[in-house]
C-alpha cells in the first residue's frame, strides 16, 4: 500500500491534504512515502498520527520538510517518537 501511496503523490497535483493516520507503516513504507512526497507539488497537509513512527522514520520524514515547497502541516501525535528522533 505505501508504494502505491508514494506512487499517487509523485504523480497528483491537486491532492491538498492526505489522511494516513491510524496505519502501521514500516520503515520502508515511510521511505516510499517520502519518496513520492519529494515529487508532489500540491500537499500541504499530511497527517500520520498513530502510524507507529519511530525516530528513524523521522528521519525519512525530515528531508521532504526541507524540499516540499508547500506542506504547512504535519501530524505526527501518538507515535513512538522520542526527543532524539526530533533533533
Do not use: W
Not at 33 to 46: A, E, F, P, W, Y
Not at 62 to 72: C, F, G, I
Amino acid at each position: 500500500a505505501a508504494a502505491a501511496i508514494g506512487d499517487f503523490l509523485s504523480k497528483t497535483s491537486s491532492l491538498t491534504i492526505l489522511h494516513l493516520s491510524g496505519n502501521k507503516f514500516t520503515s520502508d513504507g515511510i521511505r516510499m512515502i517520502v519518496d513520492g512526497l519529494k515529487s508532489n507539488q500540491s500537499l500541504i497537509g499530511l497527517y500520520l498520527a498513530e502510524c507507529q513512527l519511530q525516530d528513524k522514520d523521522i528521519a525519512s520524514i525530515s528531508q521532504v520538510l526541507d524540499v516540499h515547497p508547500k506542506l504547512e502541516f504535519l501530524d505526527l501525535h501518538l507515535n513512538q517518537i522520542t526527543s532524539q528522533g526530533l533533533e
